[in-house]
């Protein structure tokens, strides 16, 4: 078959994944708590003549490994080319109002890693059926944890790309800023780096018509917050990117009151890892300093969160010129520059070239973002997926990256 027909392969399984994906939306599990996911997972895969190992990753994790039949598959010039899904929802409440809604209250997939799954699954299927196409082994990757729990770092130091020894992954995920059908790529640095930040601000407590009496957390804290914007637009050169922010603060339980302490958590992102670095610094610095000037102190914690995700130039042509002969030049776009969101398959990336694939979901203007307690994946950009996994992985196990491999 020629590799245009990838997306007529596809169509026989839409109904099946539909379905699959649907059900993964009604039951969304947390990070590491993917469970039933991962069971429906393994029986998604019993039959296909994959070889199957679970338990990875903190127990939820999956690695299926398809072994093609293609002249050459088994020869020691065969490549192997990985595929990644990733499995966990988000602690948000979902307020779509659709019939195949979240029904556990305060989790959802809000982040599409529902349709992630399902089109993995369905790469499994079809590629199962055409392994005579496959020049070497595919490795589908049903990772945990991606949503700040790192689930693809166990995957990868467990072994995932390993055996066979993988020379390029791809991950696909769900965009709402194009339309259905459309594909992006951003080559070369494509998500930040993104740490947490922890801020205990110590003051002396005492009565709130006394204030001279102790040392206000809250005041020192509302200087500290001012005083970190200036660590980006002051400190970093205008030319590089980061972004410092705090999204949560408490301190203090009555109006009357000045309380002993108060708490903040916050995000850094970066795109460079000397300006990572030197932003790590400067907040720390800042938050100690101006605590000080108050007559209070501070424990300022940074914790390196995922690093930056950097898409293989090579590995980044490859799929754009995948995705034009799929579907057509229109509704492919190479990204002019970079998103400040995190992902974890940079550490697939830090191992092996490769590139993270944005696919379109939108099916009107202004439609739900990611993290929205609105967003869902569309169903009709479910077959786009999996056609183009299945032809990154025919193709790449056939010519691996052309002029770059």
């Known amino acids: 078959m020629p590799a245009t027909a990838w997306p007529s392969a596809v169509e026989a399984d839409l109904p099946r994944l539909i379905e699959i994906r649907r059900h993964l939306h009604a039951h969304p599990e947390l990070a590491f708590e993917e469970f039933e996911t991962s069971k429906l997972v393994q029986r998604e895969l019993a039959g296909l003549g994959l070889e199957v190992r679970a338990g990875l990753a903190k127990g939820t994790g999956v690695v299926a490994v398809l072994r093609g039949t293609a002249p050459g598959a088994s020869g020691k010039d065969a490549r192997a080319v990985a595929l990644r899904g990733d499995m966990d929802a988000l602690p948000i409440h979902e ?80 965009f709402p800023n194009l339309p259905v059908g459309h594909v992006a790529v951003k080559p070369g640095v494509a998500q930040a780096a993104s740490d947490s930040l922890r801020i205990k601000v110590l003051g002396v407590g005492g009565h709130g018509a006394a204030p001279h009496k102790s040392v206000d957390p809250i005041v020192l804290s509302a200087r500290v917050i001012e005083a970190l914007q200036g660590v980006v637009s002051r400190e970093v050169n205008p030319v590089d990117s980061a972004v410092v922010t705090v999204g949560a603060i408490h301190g203090g339980e009555a109006g009357n009151v000045i309380p002993p302490s108060v708490e903040m958590k916050g995000t850094i992102r970066s795109l460079d890892e000397a300006v990572r670095r030197q932003v790590h610094a400067a907040v720390k610095r800042t938050v100690e300093l101006t605590c000080a000037a108050g007559g209070g102190k501070a424990e300022v914690l940074v914790h390196d969160g995922y690093p930056v995700l950097t ?34 398959f940079a550490y697939y990336l830090q191992k092996v070239p490769g590139a993270f694939i944005r696919v379109g979901v939108a099916t009107r203007e202004a439609y739900p973002g990611l993290h929205h307690p609105a967003y869902d994946f569309t169903d009709a950009a479910l077959g786009v997926g999996v056609a183009l996994f299945c032809r990154l992985a025919e193709r790449f196990l056939a010519e691996g990256f052309g002029e770059a491999d």
């Open 95 to 174: 307020e779509t109002g659709l019939p195949y809604a979240s029904t556990i209250p305060g989790k959802m997939h809000a982040c599409g890693h529902d349709a992630h799954t399902t089109m993995l699954l369905g790469a499994a299927r079809v590629l199962s059926r055409h392994r005579d196409r496959l020049q070497g082994s595919v490795v589908f990757c049903f990772q945990p944890a991606e949503e700040g729990g790192g689930g693809g770092r166990y995957l990868v130091d467990e072994g995932a790309l390993d055996d066979p020894a993988c020379a390029a992954a791809f991950a696909l995920h769900g």
């Open 311 to 344: 898409n293989d130039p090579g590995a980044s042509r490859f799929a754009l010129e995948t995705a034009r002969e799929l579907f057509g030049a229109p509704k492919v776009h190479e990204l002019p520059v970079p998103s400040m969101g995190g992902e974890d």
